[in-house]
């Protein structure tokens, strides 16, 4: 009977613990590795660095006079020499470290070795990326925070900058507009590109920024964002009427550039290389973010009329993504499906959208389309997003670089809920009044009365 206490007194407690890591490995992973992981990970880098690295061939020959007092001092055998190590900084997703490369070293040699190192102090993953010359930095990800997307809670936007997902190495995706001012968004149903266009809304919604959109599936997607939204298209016949009016507007701009900088009135638009960031705040007109959802409707023509409405449509669309910038009117075009057979223009307006995101798409031809000629090796990786993921995408530019982001999840009465109370962010544009939503009100609760009234008898 004293032994079977003595095994209750001892494993119970030792089961309880098990049974709980276990339990917030699974469903609190965050939890998981602040209590356990971190620990564990940190004394295996401690203890196996030197023997890591050097399985990995990240050791250089010790220096002559190195070896010579190496010898001379402790008469021990001399040991390659592995990249000097950092501080280790610890964050609430994984580790952070900086190695001081060794002499002949460069960064590739890490990062070609980064599923190794994974392996070797047991993370869920290990990015490489260059601070300086000689020096890189290690983000080791303790566990998948793709799986349940949860945003820093002391993240916020700067003017025009929108942080809308995670990336696969913990750090936000941020949507900046100065710097990538156009973007194709492809995503098949239910895939979560909705998810991320309402993170774009709700983010801009805050700001003193305009809101245009055209939605062709009858505005579905947009109308519950119209308190926010300066303009709204809902079918191509509208749309062919609004996006002459964003191009006049943004010439009027390049006058108002011209009339600012002593520029000849007869200089063409393509010339001017300023923008609006160079006026005075006071005459700065309002940036005008266009949201384009359901591209391929505006491409679709049924007969000799449609086909010269949506030559226009497209030529102005064109227009204002390589002109656009420049005046602050930025595209955000989103689809289904996006390809050169939809049309002349399709591939001319897919050159001048600079950043690039890829849910999950039905066919390989879309994924191409979309990241085929940044990032080839990012096609097979958006081909392999699973049904069961819903927003996750590939996130590319044209600089190369591409990864993996999820936007994390927002429901539709947010978001709408939102755009209310920014309603009176909405800048007064005389041009696009005539296209501004009408916005029903909201009922009226009558207040009920404190005592019941009593009739009047005689």
């Given amino acids: 009977m004293t032994d079977l206490s003595t095994v209750l007194e001892v494993g119970g407690p030792v089961v309880a613990l098990g049974g709980g890591a276990a339990y917030a490995r699974a ?31 990240l050791t250089v020959a010790p220096s002559r006079l190195r070896a010579l007092a190496v010898k001379a001092a402790t008469r021990r055998e001399v040991r390659p020499v592995p990249p000097r190590r950092g501080l280790i900084r610890p964050t609430s997703t994984g580790l952070r ?28 993953a290990v990015y490489v990326t260059t601070v300086k010359p000689g020096v ?20 916020t936007g700067d003017f025009l900058k929108v942080p809308v997902a995670m990336r696969e190495d913990a750090t936000p995706f941020v949507r900046d507009y100065r710097t990538i001012p156009h973007q194709l968004t492809l995503g098949a149903t239910l895939s979560g590109k909705s998810m991320y266009l309402r993170h774009l809304i709700t983010g801009l919604a805050r700001q003193p920024v ?28 509208q749309a062919a009427e609004l996006l002459p009016v964003l191009v006049q507007a943004m010439e009027n701009r390049y006058d108002l550039i011209r009339a600012r900088q002593g520029i000849a009135p007869g200089t063409p638009n393509e010339e001017i290389t300023s923008d609006i960031w160079g006026l005075p705040e006071k005459q700065r007109p309002v940036p005008i973010v266009l949201f384009v959802d359901e591209v391929a409707e505006l491409f679709l ?17 064109i227009r204002l993504a390589q002109l656009g910038r420049a005046a602050g009117i930025y595209l955000e075009v989103c689809g289904q499906r996006f390809g050169a057979e939809l049309g002349k223009g399709a591939t001319m307006l897919r050159a001048q959208l600079t950043g690039r995101v890829c849910h999950r798409v039905n066919d390989e031809a879309s994924a191409k389309m979309a990241l085929g000629d940044i990032a080839p090796e990012a096609v097979s990786a958006a081909c392999a997003i699973a049904p069961e993921r819903p927003g996750l995408a590939v996130a590319g530019d044209t600089s190369g670089g591409w990864s993996r982001i999820r936007t ?51």
């Fill in 408 to 458: 994390p999840y927002l429901s539709l009465g947010d978001a709408a809920e939102i755009c209310q109370e920014t309603a009176h962010l909405v800048p007064d544009l005389a041009a696009l009044k005539p296209f501004r939503p009408d916005v029903p009100a909201p009922p009226v609760d009558s207040p009920a009365p404190v005592m019941r009234p009593r009739p009047v008898t005689d």
């Fill in 301 to 317: 023509v049924a007969t000799r009329k449609d086909e010269e409405r949506r030559d226009e449509m497209v030529t102005q669309l």
């Fill in 27 to 57: 469903q609190h992973p965050g939890v998981y590795w602040s209590t356990v992981g971190l620990p564990l990970s940190t004394v295996r880098m401690l203890s196996s660095y030197s023997s890591v690295m050097e399985a990995c061939g």
């Fill in 136 to 155: 890189v930095e290690l983000r080791l990800v303790g566990f998948d925070v793709l799986r349940r997307v949860r945003m820093p809670r002391k993240l």
């Fill in 210 to 237: 305009a809101l245009v959109g055209i939605d062709c599936k009858r505005g579905v997607e947009l109308a519950p964002f119209a308190p926010r939204l300066s303009g709204l298209a809902t079918d191509p016949d």
């Fill in 97 to 124: 470290l900086r190695l001081r490369l060794a002499p002949g070293q460069e960064p590739a040699d890490v990062a070609a070795s980064a599923e190794r190192l994974r392996h070797a102090w047991g993370v869920h």
